[in-house]
């Protein structure tokens, strides 16, 4: 009997959300989706190299946990949060400030400052400003998760939320 990749990840979903909801600890860099879709690579990746075949649902999962803790382990470690606020000098420059006066294609269109402080009127969270500011120098989605320590899923998922932040004010009339 053949197996197929989508038949396991059918099968084995349910429990492999469980696993990534109970793992996560509720880290503020990851959510529940990103330990999924690591979960589902590993899978991917063991599955291609043919290690899943007559393997039992519980060895599978197993393997995924144990991926899953790793994975966690290591990325802890390696992540961290950028503030907008925060210091990244002895002057007592910020990286808003560095945003601000960089002289760069983006920073001569668009009054970067009023952006930012129009953000954090519209109720951007410190994650969100951050992303919107690593878009405003430029990088892409899978640059910035890799900054930040989250998917590039999270990325993209946090950009939406700014965008719809932005929509509904749009539609409620809200003036900065």
């Known amino acids: 009997m053949e197996c197929h990749f989508e038949d396991i990840v059918k099968k084995l979903s349910p429990t492999l959300r469980r696993i990534t909801h109970k793992l996560n600890g509720h ?5 529940d989706d990103d330990l999924f879709q690591e979960a ?11 290690r899943l075949k007559d ?28 503030s907008l606020n ?3 000098d002895e002057e007592g420059g910020t990286l808003e400030d560095l ?8 920073t001569e269109n668009v009054d970067i400052r009023s952006l930012l402080e ?18 405003l120098e430029g990088f892409t989605v899978r640059e910035i998760g890799k900054r930040l320590g ?10 939406n939320k700014i965008r719809n932040k932005w929509a509904r ?8």
Not at 40 to 48: A, G, K, P, R, S
């Open 27 to 31: 880290f503020s860099f990851f959510d």
């Open 40 to 50: 589902l690579e590993h899978l991917w990746v063991t599955f291609q190299q043919g």
């Open 55 to 82: 393997k039992t649902d519980s060895y599978i999962l197993q393997g995924c946990y144990f991926h899953l803790k790793n994975y966690l382990r290591k990325t802890i470690d390696k992540a961290s949060l950028t």
């Open 86 to 88: 925060e210091l990244i």
């Open 99 to 106: 945003l601000v006066y960089e002289d760069s294609a983006l």
């Open 118 to 135: 129009s953000s954090r009127a519209k109720g951007l969270t410190e994650r969100e400003l951050s992303i919107l500011s690593f878009c």
């Open 150 to 159: 989250v998917s590039h899923v999270m990325v993209v998922k946090l950009k």
């Open 169 to 176: 004010d749009k539609k409620s009339g809200y003036q900065n």
